[in-house]
Structure formats: C-alpha cells, structure tokens
C-alpha cells in the first residue's frame, strides 16, 4: 500500500523558518522524482518545489526560490522542505507527491500525501 505522510507543519511567525518532511512507503521510492505543492484557501493547488529521482536536480517556483530547500534522503524514503524568511502569504496545506517524470505539474503526479498546515502569521 502506498503511503505518503507529511509532519512537521505548525505556526510561525513571519521571517521564520520551519522543515517540513515527507515519509514514503510502498513503492520504490529512490525511482520516484519526489514534489512539493501548495493549497491555500480559496486558491488552486500550486507547484512549489521538486526534486529529480534521475539527476537529484532541485527545481523551484519562483515564489519561494531563494527560501525554500527541497531535499530528499533515499536511505529513509523521505523528502524534506527547508523554508525560511517565511511570508504570511505561504499559508497553506502542503502536500508532498510522487512523480516519474519530474514535472512542476500536479497532473504528473501519481501518489499523494494527506498534507500538513504551514500558518505563518504576520
């Protein structure tokens, strides 16, 4: 069975920082490009940041390149998102997903966590 766990969201005041991870079980994990999207309240799901299961290239939305970090640790299945200088406008439900084929487009996508709340307050 497939499982994708998100942890580690909560309160932050802006400018903070917080990690949030991502445990994989039931599939090969190291074979998978791994992403991070974004939902918030009202608005579309979004891409935030991916990480290649070929090269181990990182790719970013340009709203959050140069403060957010996406990382992953094959030995653990699991995927990381390092985000600092937290804004109030990161709000959200992150959700982590598995992908082939290392695309920023949510349709691409094959498995998906249940998400985790980011609330960054101002």
């Known amino acids: 069975q497939v499982r994708l766990v998100e942890s580690g969201g909560g309160l932050v005041q802006a400018g903070g920082s917080l990690r949030v991870s991502c445990a994989a079980s039931?599939?090969?994990?190291?074979?998978?490009?791994m992403g991070w999207f974004r939902q918030a309240p009202g608005k579309e799901r979004e891409f935030v940041a991916g990480?290649?299961?070929?090269?181990?290239?990182?790719f970013y939305a340009d709203s959050v390149k140069g403060r957010f970090t996406i990382s992953r640790d094959n030995a653990k299945n699991t995927v990381y998102l390092q985000m600092n200088s937290l804004k109030p406008e990161d709000t959200a439900v992150y959700y982590c997903?598995?992908?082939?084929?290392?695309?920023?487009?949510?349709?691409?996508?094959?498995?998906w966590g249940q998400g985790t709340q980011v609330t960054v307050s101002s």
């Open positions: 997903a598995a992908d082939r084929t290392g695309s920023a487009y949510s349709y691409t996508y094959d498995y």
């Open positions: 039931g599939f090969t994990f190291s074979m998978y490009s």
């Open positions: 990480i290649s299961w070929t090269s181990g290239g990182t």
